[in-house]
């Protein structure tokens, strides 16, 4: 026996799941194209999202549903079922009792808050849809396009803030003409608006009861918005019967345990996204459980109050993006009362958004086993907004990191061959019908079988056992030839070339389209720098100069480089740190928080000449 097979049998176990069985059918066609599909039926599902409200309403209505710190002492505000339940049935009774025209949605501009969950499921059971925008394109923008465009195209009926002088421009900056603003905190100075506590205390008849009764699976629920790499906002239609059916299969795939602790969650990932949105909060409410909403962000000056949280708070379960996991790590690595809380009962660690880096896999699996002798499966899924999110898991334990799994019950993956992987596809009852007020987007949304074309792309672990999973391998159109004719595949360089280089880079571009060897613009990591050099008060010009983060970069990327033994088209040879974040006016930044390549290079474009002029200035480091 090897060292490493030895090595590899004498890790500590998992701590027990009791996953789905991967029981997948494989049906491969004469000109390539294979189709996968779980051979396990999908189990019956709510028809609506306030179903399951109202069920635990009535069968456990003192079990806490959400919690968020509020006051000056920051304190627990915790609601229960019931209590949720009596609210959302007034604040559905005062939306029915505005006389709104059918059909328009109630937009949701703030971000997580209790109110916010209350006016999402109040809107459903009126039968309006929820439409939570990115608080960016309020607050962060300068110029309200994005806002303006979106407001346009889907003409809200009641706009809601959290505080009404915080979103002062955004309510100015669009036609609030028959438009009404309900505020939670403080009114904004100059525009009539309606407070929540008081749409919160409107009597309720039986307007309420019937209005839910007709709710169907094909009711449009919620809208919510991506843009791709279009610019412009889409609003994807998302159905109750959408998103009854994902919480179902994400359900299944990970049956929950009677006997295991109440199932608890703390989380930041925003709602107006269809992963904190749609892949988080409906299973939570699908299964009863309690959300604590985390108001920390896996950001310098932000990670603290996460921490805070999870002093006092032990989730069964945790998602989080691989920056929020290492400084996570490095928290933990020196706190053992925080390490021991964190582990205490959490049964699955999900991450998204980007690949895990092999080792803060293993500084997350070295911590689990130090607070409790087992080892913790990390999860992901994969999907898109018009797909509620996820189609495909990881539902085994697997100790790969990458992979995107395999479909979940009552989902068909089609996978096309392109090249040296394969173009993919979905089809099932999660499958949006389409973009609201957009209907020539939504002809070309799907192929000649009813597959909607996502625009990603993966390969199999092995060919011969698709069982195995599949590999995300980036976008199709990102892709790019070299002036040599060698073919670079994005998707895969730049996940890779982020988890070599952590944890000095956050994000970064890939470059080389019509050059002869690729380039990478990244961002740094903030956090992570200002410990490499010591300074916890270090800009964003400090890092980027630095000697200490410029040799851990050239580290990395020198590593990889020799992992690609020679190949051209994974070999970096120049890279760049920038200083100005990723805008979202200039489109680099999507609703979703996911970096737009082509947008990105256009817009530094300056930046992608210096990368590759004859004599580069030392801010470009050169790889051997």
């Known amino acids: 026996m090897s060292g490493n097979a030895a090595a590899v049998l004498t890790k500590p176990a998992f701590r027990k799941i009791e996953w789905l069985e991967r029981d997948i059918a494989v049906e491969r066609r004469p000109d390539g194209v294979i189709i996968l599909q779980s051979r396990i039926p999908l189990k019956p599902y709510e028809k609506h999202i306030p179903a399951s409200l109202a069920k635990w309403a009535r069968e456990r209505p003192e079990r806490i549903w959400l919690a968020q710190r509020a006051g000056p002492e920051r304190q627990w505000r915790k609601l229960s079922y019931g209590e949720a339940k009596r609210t959302v049935d007034a604040l559905t009774q005062g939306i029915l009792n505005l006389g709104l025209e059918p059909g328009r949605p109630v937009a949701i501009l703030s971000g997580n808050s209790i109110e916010h969950a209350l006016m999402t499921q109040a809107a459903m059971q009126a039968r309006f849809p929820a439409a939570p925008v990115s608080p960016a394109y309020s607050l962060m923008s300068q110029d309200h396009v994005k806002l303006k465009y979106l407001f346009d195209l889907i003409k809200p009926a009641v706009v809601m803030v959290q505080d009404g002088p915080t979103f002062e421009k955004a309510l100015k900056a669009i036609d609030l003409t028959g438009v009404t603003v309900v505020h939670v905190a403080r009114l904004c100075e100059g525009i009539r608006s309606i407070a929540f506590a008081d749409l919160a205390a409107t009597p309720v008849t039986r ?41 179902a299969m994400m359900m299944q795939v990970r049956p929950r345990d009677p006997n295991a602790p109440q199932s608890t969650y703390l989380d930041w990932m925003p709602w107006n996204h269809t992963m904190g949105g749609n892949a988080l909060f409906n299973p939570v409410l699908t299964e009863g459980g309690t959300l604590y909403i985390d108001d920390g962000r896996p950001m310098p000056g932000m ?46 660690m999900a ?61 068909e993956l089609k996978m096309v061959p392109v090249s040296s992987k394969y173009e993919l596809r979905l089809r099932g009852v999660n499958v949006t019908p389409g973009y609201f007020g957009r209907p020539d987007l939504t002809k070309t949304m799907f192929d000649e079988e009813g597959f909607y074309c996502i625009g990603d792309a993966g390969v199999f672990v092995d060919p011969e056992d698709p069982v195995q999973g599949i590999i995300f391998a980036g976008r199709v159109v990102e892709d790019f030839k070299l002036t040599t004719g060698t073919f670079v595949h994005v998707g895969s360089l730049r996940t890779d070339a982020i ?117 580069p200035d030392q801010d470009v480091i050169i790889l051997n």
């Not at 610019?231 to 159905?239: E, S, Y």
């Not at 988890?499 to 740094?524: I, S, Y």
């Open 351 to 411: 991450y998204g958004g980007a690949r895990l880096p092999d080792d803060l896999y293993e500084r997350m699996q070295a911590l689990a086993v130090r607070a409790t002798g087992e080892r913790i499966v990390f999860y992901t899924g994969w999907g898109s907004t018009e797909t509620a999110p996820t189609s495909t898991g990881t539902y085994w334990d697997t100790e790969r990191v990458g992979l995107i799994g395999l479909p979940f019950p009552g989902v």
């Open 207 to 247: 307007d309420v009861e019937e209005s839910i009764a007709r709710i169907t699976p094909d009711t449009v629920g919620k809208l919510l918005f991506t843009s791709g790499s279009t610019g412009m906002p889409k609003a994807v239609i998302n159905t109750q019967g959408m998103m009854c059916a994902n919480a």
């Open 499 to 615: 988890a070599a280089a952590t944890p000095v880079v956050q994000d970064a571009l890939v470059a080389g389209q019509d050059r002869p060897f690729v380039g990478l613009l990244a961002w740094p990591n903030l956090h992570a720098c200002r410990q490499i050099i010591g300074n916890p008060d270090a800009s964003y010009e400090d890092v980027v100069k630095h000697p200490d983060v410029l040799a851990r970069l050239k580290q990395g990327l020198q590593a990889h480089n020799q992992s690609t033994e020679g190949a051209s088209s994974m070999r970096i040879a120049r890279a760049m740190l920038m200083v100005e974040p990723a805008s979202i006016d200039g489109n680099e930044l999507t609703d979703k928080g996911y970096i737009n390549q082509r947008a990105g290079l256009e817009r530094r474009a300056a930046l992608v000449e210096r990368l590759y002029a004859d004599r």
């Open 303 to 348: 990670i603290d109050e996460t921490l805070r949280n999870l002093r006092e708070v032990s989730p069964t379960y945790y998602a989080n993006v691989p920056a929020g996991y290492a400084a996570l790590a490095a928290a933990m690595e020196k706190d053992d009362a925080l390490c021991r809380s964190f582990f205490k009962n959490l049964g699955l």
